[in-house]
């Protein structure tokens, strides 16, 4: 591609980076970046690889410093996508940047470079802060503004019938001081039925955009997949749900609403609905003829196994059986075809209807992402849900947006789910309120009654026995103020958040897609009314 930028100084004349930087690094990342430049020798011609910025699943990106024809020096992203990376999906991601990027929030693309199976996307570098470092300094103001831009750039990237897939603050890159946005990450985006990305069109999408439980693409992507304990009949670990472990995100992190072990394990302490056992069960109403695909999940008997499928598929097509609504899934239910749909991205940002596998998965799954940042943010816990199974995510969304409503938005896109008990919504408020440490008084008191440590559980059991306004409600003044008085004093605003981000919250958290807000009517809820 040509370019004008020129070469840096420290590369010798056989292509080898003289010194790599200044700075330490390990050991590791620099002989990673001397193989990248032998990969890509003009990479090495063109920049000082300064150090390694981020590693996901399906590529690693690093820093890098170019000397501009004009003698000014500019700082890249360069992302080097795993060589075993399928060709049209390189050139999707490319060509979302190409086309939606730059703009918007949405970051643009400079340059790329291919040496045989190697790509390298060239992107203008920005610096960023990771959200869980700084979660805890963040001003409402601030969460604010984060939001309006997010939502912009989902906006625009809708517009264009990009579905991202994979909407994490990771993937949102925030410099604090500049205020300055920008969405990154279209690896595994994909196109909406009437998208203008043409590479994203079904007829040029490459087969492993969606998943199915007889390909086992993961393994040819030498991709270190996370363990999972629990996993499902629907084999999660056959699908290509990518773990993308960013550098940023390797460091301490606030601990989690949720985590695998709090819901799935019957002496959990920390949710307080988990102290009941929550069992939950995904099935598809089950008619003569028809294929459905059952996973189970049991709080009591500890996390679920894998029951691999048989193979004489379809040999019981015209069966019915009865294990429909019991503890146990017959032969017949195994041995039927399991349902295929997209689940690529990030399980605690993943939407019930991906969660459920509704094979109908439109730009609102990107929407209910942002919801997950938007109650990560207000609630001062990042991750908010952590689950490696699609059924305890669920479950831990049942926890918190209600197990009757759950159930009822999954009837509206033709998945019925089980859950063993009834879980109420809880409200919205009262919970970031409680997570927060908003709420001391006779709060923190129940809270350190009950278990000295556990918060959540606390926030949840209020949250729980608080009135709350019908869920569709979009009345402003849902909240008497008195509720407000007792709160600790907050100068970064916390103490005086207004009701329109929780009913802003709750519409972006909608269990129902079809429903659900989309970016552009957010942009013009009255949270965001001056900007
Ligand atoms: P992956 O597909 O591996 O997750 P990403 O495109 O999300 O790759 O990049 C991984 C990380 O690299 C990001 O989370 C971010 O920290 C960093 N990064 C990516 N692009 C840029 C950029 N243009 N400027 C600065 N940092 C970037
Ligand atoms: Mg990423
Ligand atoms: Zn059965």
Avoid at 376 to 390: E, N, Q, T, V
Avoid at 432 to 454: H, V, W, Y
Wanted: net charge positive.
């Amino acid at each position: 591609m040509d370019s004008s930028v020129n070469y840096i100084d420290n590369v010798a004349t056989d292509g080898s980076v003289k010194s790599t930087n200044k700075k330490n690094i390990s050991r590791d990342v620099e002989s990673e970046i001397e193989s990248l430049c032998k990969a890509v020798p003009q990479l090495a011609k063109t920049f000082r690889i300064i150090e390694k910025i981020g590693e996901g699943t399906f590529s690693s990106v690093y820093l890098g410093e170019a000397r501009m024809r004009d003698g000014s020096r500019e700082m890249f992203a360069l992302k080097h996508l795993i060589p075993t990376s399928h060709p049209t999906r390189i050139a999707a991601e490319l060509q979302c940047l190409t086309v939606a990027g730059g703009r918007e929030n949405v970051m643009g693309v400079e340059y790329c470079f291919r040496n045989e199976d190697h790509v390298v996307i060239v992107m203008p570098y920005m610096e960023h802060q990771a959200i869980v470092d700084i979660i805890g300094s963040l001003s409402f103001e601030e969460v604010r503004l984060y939001m309006y831009h997010l939502l912009k750039a989902l906006r625009h990237i809708h517009q264009f019938g990009i579905i991202h897939r994979d909407i994490k603050p990771n993937n949102f890159l925030y410099n604090r001081k500049a205020k300055t946005f920008a969405l990154v990450d279209f690896g595994l985006a994909q196109g909406t039925s009437n998208t203008q990305i043409e590479l994203l069109k079904p007829s040029t999408a490459h087969p492993p955009f969606s998943f199915t439980t007889t390909t086992t693409t993961s393994a040819t992507r030498k991709a270190p997949m996370k363990k999972t304990h629990v996993t499902t009949m629907a084999g999660a670990s056959t699908s290509r749900t990518k773990h993308t472990k960013d550098l940023v995100a390797l460091r301490k992190a606030p601990r989690p609403v949720f985590s695998e072990k709090n819901l799935n394990s019957s002496n959990s302490t920390t949710a307080a609905t988990t102290k009941r056992e929550i069992k939950t069960q995904l099935v598809k109403p089950v008619k003569t003829g028809e294929l459905s695909s059952r996973r189970f999940l049991s709080g009591r008997r500890g996390p679920a196994t894998v029951r691999p499928l048989k193979t004489h598929r379809g040999v019981h097509q015209h069966l019915t059986c009865n294990c429909f609504q019991t503890e146990r899934v017959c032969n017949i239910c195994l041995s039927r075809k399991q349902q295929v749909a997209p689940r690529a991205g990030t399980p605690g940002f993943r939407a019930p209807e991906i969660l459920t596998k509704c094979p109908d998965q439109g730009t609102a799954i990107d929407v209910w992402s942002a919801g997950v940042i938007f109650l990560s943010l207000l609630s001062g816990r990042y991750p908010f849900f952590k689950a490696s199974d699609d059924l305890v995510a669920l479950a831990q969304i049942m926890t918190i947006r209600g197990s009757r409503e759950t159930v009822k938005a999954a009837k509206a896109f033709g998945k019925a789910v089980l859950c063993s008990q009834e879980l109420p919504r809880l409200d919205l408020r009262v919970l970031c309120e409680t997570l927060r440490g908003q709420r001391p008084n006779k709060d923190a008191k129940s809270i350190s009654k009950t278990k000295p440590e556990t918060t959540d559980e606390g926030a949840q059991k209020q949250a729980c026995e608080t009135p709350r306004p019908h869920p569709k409600s979009r009345d402003k003044t849902l909240k008497p103020s008195s509720q407000r008085h007792c709160l600790v004093h907050d100068e970064r605003g916390w103490d005086t958040v207004p009701d329109e981000a929780y009913d802003l919250l709750d519409l972006l958290l909608d269990l129902n897609p079809n429903s659900r807000i989309t970016a552009a009517q957010a942009l013009e809820h009255p949270l965001f009314k001056d900007l």
